[in-house]
């Protein structure tokens, strides 16, 4: 698959990086894994005018490919080292994953939407990463797998989940994107201290599809 990686994509995801520069990403990490991951092999069209603007996309099933100013900015807040073990609520088209894996996390990533989650399976185990993902209910995180050095939710939600503060470990890192109102999202940082506690920092707003429960069949 990486093969239909060229020059030309390279420039343009080159031309994206400092448009997230302009845009105040800064962790070095985190860009040069933007730079690294090939978002248009994520898009059913392919069409590069969609694939290297900041802009988010489509994917199916009600969800989107979120701009990748969203992804930078999500990854840099999650201080990602490597060999942490990170959850990602949310796999999605798997792009966020990838640029996790590609900055040596190990991922595990839950998806409820079933229809996306086969997809997304079948397309990561093309992708040079090992990304280790799962169908349910992302609220009820990974327990078998816990703990977690970092969770990140993709999605929006409306309160944060006591499940996944459990699953995460001492001085663990939590992004999410809490729902202050149906058109947008409060992005907070969750840091869990030795004796539990968080402490939380917020950092601006974002727009997210909702975080859903339970699994689905796509309707």
Known sequence: MLERDNYRHKGLRKQLVEV???KKITDEAVLSAINAVPRHLFLDSSFLEFAYQDKPFPIGSGQTISQPYT???QTELLQVKKGM????????S?????????????????????KLYIKT??????MPYVIKTFLGDGNE????????????????APEIPQTLIDQLNPDGIMV?????????????????????SLTTQEHGFFRFVPLLENIGNDN
Do not use: W
């Open 71 to 73: 992804v930078a900015f």
């Open 94 to 114: 798997g792009y966020q994953a990838c640029v996790l894996a590609e900055m040596g996390a190990k991922v595990f990533s839950i998806e409820r939407q079933r």
């Open 176 to 196: 999410i994107p809490l729902s202050e109102n149906e058109k947008e999202q409060k992005m907070l940082r969750l840091i869990k201290n030795s004796d539990g």
């Open 141 to 156: 995180g990974l327990a078998i797998h816990a703990p977690f050095d970092r969770i990140l939710i993709t999605a929006a």
């Open 121 to 126: 399976k079948a397309f990561l185990l093309e």
């Open 20 to 22: 997230l520069r302009s």
């Open 85 to 92: 073990k990170v959850l990602e609520i949310g796999t999605g």
